[in-house]
Each structure stands twice: as structure tokens, then as C-alpha cells.
Nanobody, 118 residues
Framework: QVQLVESGGGLVQAGGSLRLSCQAS????????MGWYRQAAGRQRELVAR???????DYADSVKDRFTISRDNAKNTVYLQMDNLKPEDTAVYFC????????????WGQGTQVTVSS
């Protein structure tokens, strides 16, 4: 019953910027974290960034100092500001939300393509 809708992906040149958005809706009562993962062709899905309910954040080493994650609690929306993009950032980016129930439950968006050209 929880649905995530991503937007903001696209094609950008190296050094450019994109801003991803993900809005969650449905049976959301308590959120443990919201974040972004990515999966490049032929590679495993990896964490890009996440923000926890208390405000702490995690970033992959490869995106530190370039990406910034933020959220709007009132809208159940998480954002990923991506600056100084590199071709290595090319991947499908998936929004993730961890909801608190009797246990932690993960929900995933359908993914949005980010392509960075050199």
C-alpha cells in the first residue's frame, strides 16, 4: 500500500547537476529512513545516500562532497541534489523508504535513469 514515485532523472554532461525527487504515499505512519540506491548495468545495487528519521545521513564514498540528500517530512518526499556529475554516476536510481511496522519494511520505487556523458 506504500507507493514511491521518482522523478528528475535524465541526461546531463559531466560536471552538470540533477535533482531527483521521490514522493511516498499510502500507509505511512512512521519512517525509519528514506534514501537512494543505484544500479549500473551489470553491477549490483548500491547505496548512494540515505537520511534517517533523526536527521543523520549516509553517503557512498564515491558521492561524498558532490551529492546532498534532503527531505520534506510534511510531503513524505526525499530529494537528491547531484552536483559535479561524472560518467561513473550513470545508473538507474531507485528511491527507498524503510517503514516502521512490527518490523522494518522496505519499499522501492520503479527507478529513474541518470545518464552522464563525458
Amino acid at each position: 500500500q506504500v507507493q514511491l514515485v521518482e522523478s528528475g532523472g535524465g541526461l546531463v554532461q559531466a560536471g552538470g547537476s540533477l535533482r531527483l525527487s521521490c514522493q511516498a504515499s499510502g500507509s505511512i505512519f512512521s519512517i525509519n529512513s528514506m534514501g537512494w540506491y543505484r544500479q549500473a548495468a551489470g553491477r549490483q545495487r548500491e547505496l548512494v545516500a540515505r537520511i534517517f528519521s533523526g536527521g543523520s545521513t549516509d553517503y557512498a564514498d564515491s558521492v561524498k562532497d558532490r551529492f546532498t540528500i534532503s527531505r520534506d517530512n510534511a510531503k513524505n518526499t526525499v530529494y537528491l541534489q547531484m552536483d559535479n556529475l561524472k560518467p561513473e554516476d550513470t545508473a538507474v536510481y531507485f528511491c527507498n523508504i524503510v517503514v516502521v511496522r512490527s518490523r522494518l519494511i522496505d519499499y522501492w520505487g520503479q527507478g529513474t535513469q541518470v545518464t552522464v556523458s563525458s
